[in-house]
């Protein structure tokens, strides 16, 4: 006789399905007050998302209890339970999945993370947040079997309330599912170079607020234009999480600034007069602390001033002129084969480049963590800031722009106050036609609107001609400056091409060269034609720079391409690459190779020039 087999779980969850749409971004995160939920997590590999659909292919209802966000409890040993969270199967966070483990080296799909926390807020009615610095790129979080929210993008944050209806005071069940598939329609698209590196990568963190409380901010010089420091004006704005009447006291102690602002209807702008202020610059990145406060939370920042302008074929910085000593940096630490996201991490990549005096760093191709932004404030290097708007978008599909538009949002929220932002960049080498033409615009266009006083670009592409290259890209209309990607002797030809090559905008506009660089397996050496060798990297770059001092007099400097080697699926040379895009001046051991000092003796050259 067959026995029939009764499974019985007992599940504790809600019966609501609907999940919470994501709140405004709490901005300056570390000021708030939090707990941390960082540290080690369970997981399960879900590749066939197996914990998210059943097996006609549908999401499971919330309640189903082969849902991988439930937890069933087992009654009766017979009872069928086919997932489950381990100590077994532990991973790290923040930090992406492919570094923690050799079998997720190349892994691309479904992890679920899950861990548990105890928390009773400090008041009743306060409200309480996850935040997440980031994840990627698809996520879906989950408390107590609730869906909170979904987010779609690797590289910024985002936040969901947790409702008093689903918080216990132990044992909340947390459970993250992240997927990093590469596809079409997303930003970034299918095709990047740069390793797809899942997981959570950044902190998280419950935020706890009260009732009432400011969500976000902006403290910035009034004009755009060089200013009197000893006579000018600060405006600002603030942002509450309702629509209520509210005073709020805004306060910098060495301006002698203590004014209480009213906000109505949730947002206010304020202006102060302020006497002898010290202007932020690389040669002196001065921030001053601010305190905003509505009843009793106080929040405390770190602030600088500039003014950052293009007038005619210059750039000025707080009015005078600004030669970009500049380097592009992916979010890597090398040595360790891993996403860069600690302050140690910051500090390491940005005092490179600082020994390479450097005074600009083009973080790409994506918005790093915001250790990075707050260091390059403190140190005094300015930043190209960009969305992962790379090479072949789907421009015709509204739905991508709408994705972009989110990023540079959540960029500009979240580092808006930063002084070393100069730059916020809608993307790299996209492929020229009018509905590219249209996408772009509209982002600079939203760039420009959303934070008027930072230029706007986008690296572009140029093809070489044997004589004149001239740069005419459409896009350049648009753009505060025209910035060009170019690597005359790496891809086309040899660098003693660079001697011949002519260059020409027909834009009156500064023209900066946003890549430049030739690969170079780190300690192979050769005579300066074996491609490969630091020795054809060297020679790149002494071209390279015999170039540059040629250049127009619209030319304001140049970022190369890059400080660090860093992994890519794309280069396969099996004996000088291996999976490693090999054009830092810096190796994947962390050692300079000879180009980097070409380099440095250039900087030190300009920035002689340009600071006497």
Known sequence: MKRKTICLFVLIISVISNSFAQQGLITNIQARKTTSLNGVWQYIVDQYETGFYDYRFKERAASDAEAYWNNPVQVNRWDRKEHGYNAKYSIKVPGDWNSQDPKFLYYEGTLWYQRTFDYTKTNAGNHLYIYFGAVNYKTDVYLNGRKLGAHKGGFTPFNFEIPDTLLKPTGNFLVVKVDNKRYADEVPTLNTDWWNYGGITRDVLLVEEPPVYVEDYTLRLESTKAIDPKNTIIEGRIKLNTASTQQVLVEIPELKIKNTVTVNAGEATFKFPVKNLQLWSPQTPKLYEVTITLGEEKIKDKIGFKTIEVVGKKILLNGKPLFMRGICIHEEIAEDVRRAYSKSDAIKLLGWA???NCNVVRLAHYPHNENMTRTADSLGLLVWSEIPVYWTIQFTNP????????????????????????????????????????????????????????????????????GENLINDELGKST?????????????????????????????????????????????????????????????????????????????????????DFKSPRRNNPVYQEGWNTKGLIDNHGKKKKAFYILKAYYDEMQKLYEK
């Open 399 to 466: 739905e991508v722009l709408q994705k972009a538009k989110q990023q540079l949002s959540e960029m500009i929220t979240r580092d808006k106050n930063r002084a070393c932002i100069m730059i916020w960049s809608v993307g790299n080498e996209t492929p020229v036609s009018e509905a590219r033409n249209i996408f772009m615009r509209e982002l600079l266009q939203t760039a420009k609107k959303t934070d008027s006083t930072r230029l706007v670009s986008a690296a572009l592409e140029v093809h070489y001609n044997p």
């Open 354 to 356: 600082k020994e390479l």
């Open 480 to 564: 505060d400056l025209v910035s060009i990607n170019e690597y005359l002797g790496w891809y086309n030809g040899l660098p003693d091409n660079c001697r011949t090559a002519q260059w020409k905008t027909v834009y009156d506009k500064p023209l900066f060269f946003s890549e430049t660089g030739a690969e170079a397996k780190g300690g192979f050496h050769a005579d300066s034609l074996t491609r490969f060798s630091e020795e054809y990297q060297e020679w790149y770059f002494k071209e390279q720079v015999a170039m540059m001092k040629r250049m127009p007099d619209n030319y304001v400097g140049f970022s190369p391409w890059i400080l660090v």
